[in-house]
């Protein structure tokens, strides 16, 4: 059975993160979504919350699962069974970033986990959690940016409804 895991922290998740889920998802017979509950971070949406939304949001791909992890990505993957991570690459600059978290990735798990990159459609290119966070916290417009269920949750975790 292939199996792989999509990690990240989803807070919140975004259309460019479901365009990868549905692109990873059928190249996979199970696609695991893990978000990261980060203790060291104040999010958004608390990680029940984050995985709630991504349920609802893959609902309809039978192969998807999300999960959630705490501490290190090779960890949860050497202790769940997961050798394969697909990341998304928008630009050059995230390009730089994954390959070094990649790379550290590889080498500390001794050759456990590869990391794949899925490059983003170029309509969600310039999509990120942090703006749509900073568009959202001044009710500036967001439905470009993730599903309008979703939306109408992250206005009103700013007291916009
Ligand atoms: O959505 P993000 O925040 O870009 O996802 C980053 C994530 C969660 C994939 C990465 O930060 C991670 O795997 N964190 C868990 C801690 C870990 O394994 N760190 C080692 C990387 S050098």
Same mark, same amino acid.
């Given at each position: 059975?292939?199996?792989?895991?999509?990690?990240?922290?989803?807070?919140?998740?975004?259309?460019?993160?479901l365009?990868?889920?549905?692109?990873? =998802?059928?190249?996979?017979?199970? +696609?695991?979504? =893990?978000?990261?509950?980060?203790?060291?971070?104040?999010?958004?949406?608390?990680?029940?919350?984050?995985?709630?939304?991504l349920?609802?949001?893959?609902?309809d +791909?039978?192969?998807?699962k999300?999960?959630?992890?705490?501490? +290190?990505?090779?960890?949860?993957?050497?202790?769940?069974?997961?050798?394969? =991570?697909? #990341?998304?690459?928008?630009a050059?600059?995230?390009?730089?970033?994954?390959l070094?978290?990649?790379? =550290?990735? #590889?080498q500390?798990?001794?050759?456990?986990?590869d990391?794949?990159?899925?490059?983003?459609?170029?309509?969600?290119?310039? +999509?990120?959690?942090?703006?749509?966070?900073?568009?959202?916290?001044?009710?500036g417009?967001?439905?470009?940016?993730?599903?309008?269920?979703?939306?109408?949750?992250?206005?009103?975790?700013?007291?916009? #409804?």
């Amino acid at each position: 059975m292939k199996r792989a895991v999509y990690p990240g922290s989803f807070d919140p998740m975004t259309l460019g993160h479901l365009d990868i889920i549905r692109r990873a =998802a059928p190249m996979f017979d199970e +696609l695991t979504v =893990a978000v990261l509950n980060n203790t060291q971070k104040t999010p958004l949406f608390s990680v029940e919350e984050r995985v709630n939304i991504l349920e609802k949001a893959t609902e309809d +791909l039978p192969n998807v699962k999300v999960s959630s992890f705490s501490g +290190l990505l090779i960890d949860y993957c050497r202790d769940n069974g997961f050798h394969i =991570a697909v #990341r998304g690459l928008r630009a050059i600059t995230d390009f730089e970033y994954e390959l070094q978290i990649a790379q =550290a990735n #590889r080498q500390m798990s001794k050759d456990a986990l590869d990391t794949i990159f899925l490059t983003t459609s170029l309509e969600y290119a310039y +999509l990120s959690s942090t703006s749509v966070k900073e568009f959202a916290s001044f009710n500036g417009d967001i439905s470009k940016c993730v599903p309008d269920w979703e939306a109408e949750l992250i206005y009103q975790k700013y007291g916009y #409804r």
